[in-house]
């Protein structure tokens, strides 16, 4: 048994607990809020601002983990290489959380380093840096702080009229202590992806079938597995996966996403060392392991001999329409979400709301060869008929 320590507590965090807790680990779950929905599945659990290092050292201390898996991005990321030294094992590595953690750090490697095709990039420390930027990257053009998550503070700035706003917005959307933005062209993509990477201790580099997804304003709003992509765009964003996560170092999932145009190509986009929220249409059982039953396999340095495409599947979110500060919220349409055939539910167990917060996800399925977007309407149909109360 290992004893780990899980920096974010949220609704990925506890699928992760649930499958590490099956396969009879310990886990103490950390988040800067009691109740997080990992905390009500774990066997301990710790409350405070992991940007906090010092607070964040007394509690590796305290607990003397075998593992330390980030969730989040608001961590005191630098002293995870002292653990490291320590012989903390840090998943995926220290390397790999202090540079996804920071999009000037991914983006540099993906880019100068290892020559990934990219959006051109540039970056501002003030506003003054983001109007050189957005001109010289021209318009429209894509705001973002280095350092967020789940689309937070960024913007589609269309004319020099916005920049104002983009530059309020991406500052408030930072999390952790870097205010700075990157500003980046805009690709006229036809599609984007999520392509799940396994990386193993001891095995080959494994990749699940690619997932579509659907945002609005930077966030998660659906997603659907198989996505539909060419052999070559395929193979391209299946070398460029291997590439960047080899380079980061570790074994782990990795939610690394690209665009895809038809007219030139594929473009490395962002890259996350751990589960995906868009993954959480594994939760279909559209493979035969689920993104957070793969990642515990990989971090524990269990052999993944395979990765099989079982079926189709489709995800869609329930979003809150309410701001509650305290209190679970209430559920009306569960019932019927039921009693539709290949079809689950996941509720998340988070206790305060704000307007459009994830609160649970909706999941169905079908055979493969089945009707995609049929699959994708019902799902989203079903996830809509949940009222929150």
Sequence with gaps: ???????????????????????????????????????????????????????????????????????????????????????????????????????????????????????????????????????????????????????????????????????????????????????????????????????????????CRPIGHVQKGGDYRESFQPATVNDNDLMEAQRMAKLITAALGGSGIWGVEFFLSKDKGVYFSELSPRPHDTGMVTMAGTQNFNEFELHCRAVLGLPIPEITCERMGASAVILSPIVKEDGFPEYDGIKEVCATPATDIRIFGKKATRLNRRLGVVLCNAPLGSDMDALRDKTKALAASIKVH
Aim: glycine share 6%; with cysteine.
């Design 1 to 207: 048994m290992k004893k780990i320590l899980l920096l974010g507590s949220g609704e990925l965090g506890k699928e992760f607990v649930i499958s590490a807790k099956r396969l009879g680990q310990y886990v103490i779950a950390c988040d800067s809020y009691e109740n997080a929905p990992a905390m009500q599945v774990a066997d301990e659990y710790e409350v405070f601002s992991m940007l906090d290092g010092a607070r964040l050292k007394e509690v590796v201390e305290k607990h003397r983990p075998d593992l330390i898996v980030p969730e989040i991005e608001a961590i005191r990321t630098e002293c995870l290489y002292d653990f490291e030294k320590q012989g903390i094992r840090v998943v995926p590595s220290a390397k790999a959380v202090n540079y996804t953690m920071n999009r000037k750090s991914i983006r540099d490697l993906a880019a100068k380093e290892l020559g990934l095709k990219t959006a051109k990039y540039l970056y501002a420390k003030t506003f003054e840096e983001l109007v050189a930027a957005a001109n010289e990257i021209g318009y429209p053009c894509v705001v973002k702080p280095l350092m967020s998550s789940s689309g937070k503070g960024q913007s589609l700035v269309r004319s020099a009229e916005e920049l104002q706003h983009a530059w309020d917005y991406g500052c408030h959307g930072s999390r952790g202590d870097i205010m700075e933005l990157i500003v980046e062209e805009f690709i006229n993509f036809d599609s984007e992806i999520t392509l799940l990477t396994v990386t193993q201790d001891n095995g080959e580099t494994l990749f």
